[in-house]
C-alpha cells in the first residue's frame, strides 16, 4: 500500500489570518479633584434624546453654532434650567433640574473628567446640581421661566399619587400596625369637604337639644359616681344594673359559680371579704337566675377590688396573681385611670371605683348593707366610707346594734361644694 503524502498548501489556505493586539499603554496621571464654589457655575452635562447632534449642520451651507441659555431659580439656586437654540431653527432643546427624567430616584454622584495628555492632570468637576439634563424639543422658542409653576404643581400632585401607591401598598402587604398607623395618618391630613361641612350644618340645627339630659350628665360628671336616674321611684331603678356591667360581660364573670358548682371551696386570698362572706346567700336560693346574677355581682366587686389593689400602695401584693378578664381590664383601664402608664390610681378616679363597688354592694345585700368588711377590703376608715356612700344619696339607719347603708328614693343628694377662687 502506498501513503499519501500531506497536502501542505491547502492547509496553508485554510488558516485564519491572526489579529496583532495593540498594546494598551499605561499613563500615570495626577488626580485634581475640584470641589463645587457657591460663586462660580459648574459645568452642565445634557445630552439629546431625539437622536438630534448638535455637531452636525442642519444643511451643508449653514454652521454648526448654537445659542444656549441657563435659567436659574432666584429662591432656589439648585433649581436649574438649559436651553439649547440652533440657528435658523424654530425648535429649542430644554431641559431642567427639576421635572420629567431629574425627578426620578438618584443613587449615584456625577462628575465630568477632563485630562490633559501634555500635562498628565485629570480634573475632575462636579456637574450642576448633580442632574444630566434631557434636553426635550420645544416649538416656538418659549421662555424658560413660564413653565416652572406648571412643573411645581406636577410634582405636588405626583407626590399625593405617590402617597396614594404606598398607602395601597400598605393596606395589602402591611401589617395591622402598619395599617393603623396609615389610617389615623389619612384621617389627620383629610381636607374638609365644603359639601360635607353644609350638610353637618344643617342636621345640626335639626338636633333637638334635651336641656335635662345635659343637666343630668353635667351633675353625673360633677359628682363622679355612676350614672343615676334621680327620678326613680325605686332602688334598682335608681342606679340601673346594666349601666354598670354591660350586657357581653355578664359571660366572662361564673367563676364564683363554677366554683360552687365544683363544690370547691371560696378561699380568702383569692376573694374579697365581702364576698366570703356571703358564699351562704347563694347556697340559700333556690332560683337559678337570682343565684346566677348574684354571683355575677359578686365576681364583679371582687374584680374592682382587686383592680384597685393592684394600683394601690397598700394593696399591690394582695392582686398580683389575680387575673382580670381582658374585656374588664380594658374597661377598667379606660374609666379609672388617666394613663395607661400610670403605675397609681388618681384620687379622682379612685373615688370613682369605690363608688362603683358601693353600689354594687347595695344590689348584693338587698339595698340595705352593713359596710364593715367592704371597708377592710377597700382600706378605708369608717368615716370616709360613710361620707362616700352619703355622695351616693344613701342614709344609714341602725338595726341590731349595727350601722345598715340604705339607698331611699327618689334620689337627695348633698349640695356640692364649689371651690373658691384664690
Known sequence: ???????????????????????????????????????KTPPL??????????????????????????????????????????????????????SGEATSAQVCTYALGVLDKETQTLKIVPIASNKIFRLEPRVGGSDA?????????KGEQTAEDKAGRIRNLTNLYGTKKSITQ??????????????????????????????EALESTSAHSSRNIPPYNDTATTPQEAYPLDKIIFKGEWDYLFDILELLQAGAKVEESA????????????????????????????????????????????????????KIPGILNQKFSSMFTLDSDSKRLPEEKKDLLISYVLVLTLYADDFRTD???????LKMS????????????????????????TLPVPLNFPKLRQKRRR
Open 1 to 39: 500500500m502506498e501513503e499519501d503524502e500531506p497536502d501542505t498548501p491547502s492547509q496553508t489556505l485554510n488558516q485564519t489570518p491572526t489579529k496583532k493586539r495593540k498594546k494598551k499603554k499605561h499613563v500615570n496621571v495626577k488626580v485634581e479633584v475640584i470641589h463645587d464654589h457657591p460663586e
Open 45 to 98: 452635562v445634557g445630552y439629546f434624546p431625539s437622536g438630534f447632534d448638535p455637531n452636525q449642520p442642519q444643511d451643508h451651507k449653514s454652521e454648526t453654532s448654537h445659542t444656549v441659555r441657563v435659567f436659574r431659580n432666584k429662591a432656589r439656586a439648585n433649581r436649574l434650567q438649559l436651553v439649547v437654540s440652533p440657528n435658523d431653527s424654530k425648535v429649542d432643546f430644554v431641559g431642567t433640574s427639576y
Open 145 to 153: 421661566s413660564i413653565d416652572e409653576p406648571s412643573s411645581v404643581s
Open 182 to 211: 396609615a389610617k389615623k395618618l389619612q384621617a389627620l391630613n383629610q381636607k374638609d369637604d365644603p359639601r360635607s361641612q353644609q350638610d353637618l350644618d344643617r342636621k345640626l340645627k335639626e338636633v333637638v337639644i334635651n336641656k
Open 271 to 322: 376573694y374579697s371579704r365581702f364576698v366570703c362572706n356571703r358564699i351562704h346567700k347563694l347556697e340559700e336560693l333556690e332560683d337559678e337566675q337570682e343565684k346566677t346574677t348574684l354571683a355575677c355581682i359578686f365576681s364583679y366587686i371582687n374584680h374592682l377590688v382587686k383592680y384597685k389593689d393592684r394600683y394601690s400602695m397598700d394593696g399591690a401584693s394582695s392582686a398580683k396573681h389575680h
Open 371 to 377: 359596710p364593715s368588711d367592704i371597708a377592710k377590703d
Open 382 to 405: 369608717a368615716l370616709p366610707l360613710r361620707k362616700q356612700f352619703g355622695h351616693l344619696g344613701c342614709k344609714f339607719i341602725s338595726q341590731n346594734k349595727a350601722t345598715m347603708a
